[in-house]
């Protein structure tokens, strides 16, 4: 497809600014990302029509903006993904297995991870896997939550979850914690950028040396987005988080099924198998819900084993 057919076709507002800044970069890449607009539901690209706007917003601070992140965006899919891709259809198995592997590879190294993570913000408006499971939890998980519900985001890297959090104005106490200095830094960064008016506690904080909390500091939500592949054992991950919930709290978890990255250590191949492995650790799956990635049916995603994003809301014992 040409640069002027997609132009003809993209959307309007800051969802068509992002969709003609990355075309325009990459050309042979439009007609993908005409599929991965064509299947949503009007809610969905309401949402990620927000999102954009969050996205536009945040890349007017950074250098380079929309161009700097659309160029990242690139390499995030031809670089990164790519390489991890072709051995995981080769092997049938993530490269890496170890959270020390990819400390080597990955969180140590700072210009790739930076890279990597702007990459990984536009994916969330242009990726249909990422855009349903943002939206799942714009629509349907933060309207659940009770008036003055504390809540806390383990894991927020780029911090739009939180921001969208804080937004719907009705929470009370809401938390962050990540183990990287980088991810709060560029939580902070957003939440600051994008104005949410009122505070948010940012802590850096690894999840597995937080596993005994005192009753009075529990929370009534805790959301888990594209964190569990990242670690060896999630399902001590999911126990030890759940702890910090009181009873009948919720939790959100989105882990992606069959997506290699350099970063992903564990791998989930399919919504049962992230299903079973949050009732293990004591939860009650409420929702399961699976989406697969652009232009491609759950049918063919579950036969070729191509990624899908697994979104479960579970809610511990009362
Ligand atoms: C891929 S990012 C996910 C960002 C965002 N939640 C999303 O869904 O797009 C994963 C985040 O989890 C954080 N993380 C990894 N292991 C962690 C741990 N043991 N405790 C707390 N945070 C951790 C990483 O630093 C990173 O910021």
Not at 219 to 246: G, N, T
Not at 267 to 280: K, T, V
Request: glycine share 8%.
């Amino acid at each position: 497809m040409s640069e002027s057919e997609f132009s003809m076709t993209q959307p309007a507002g800051a969802l068509g600014t992002i969709f003609g800044c990355v075309s325009a970069h990459w050309p042979e890449h439009a007609s993908f990302l005409q599929k991965s607009l064509a299947g949503r539901e009007n809610g969905v690209v309401a949402v990620s029509e927000c999102l954009g706007a969050a996205i536009v917003a945040l890349a007017s601070t950074i250098e380079g903006g929309l161009d700097k992140l659309a160029s990242d965006y690139r390499f995030l899919c031809e670089e990164i993904v790519m390489p991890e891709e072709i051995h995981f259809r080769r092997f049938g198995s993530y490269r890496l297995t170890s959270f020390a592997d990819a400390q080597r590879e990955c969180y140590a190294n700072d210009p790739f991870m930076e890279r990597y993570m702007n990459g990984l913000l536009l994916s969330n408006v242009l990726w249909a896997n990422h855009a349903n499971a943002f939206a799942y939890y714009v629509t349907r998980y933060l309207p659940r939550l009770p008036m003055g519900a504390h809540h806390l985001e383990i894991g927020p890297g780029h911090g739009l979850f939180l921001h969208f959090a804080a937004a719907k104005g009705k929470l009370g106490r809401i938390a962050g914690w990540d183990v990287s200095p980088t991810s709060i830094a560029k939580t902070r960064h957003a939440l600051d950028t994008l104005g949410t008016g009122r505070e948010i506690e940012l802590i850096e904080q690894d999840l597995f040396a937080a596993c005994s909390p005192r009753s009075q500091d529990r929370f009534d939500s805790i959301v888990m987005s594209e964190i569990l592949e990242h670690l060896e054992d999630p399902a001590q991950a999911l126990r030890c988080a759940s702890r910090w919930l009181k009873p009948g709290g919720l939790l959100w978890i989105n882990v992606p099924a069959n997506s290699p990255a350099p970063d992903h250590i564990y791998l989930f191949e399919s919504l049962d198998h992230a299903q079973r492995i949050a009732e293990e650790a004591g939860l009650e799956v409420v929702d399961a819900r699976a989406f697969p990635m652009s232009g491609v049916t759950i049918e063919r995603a579950v036969k070729h084993r191509l990624s899908v994003s697994c979104s479960l809301l579970t809610r511990a014992p009362a």
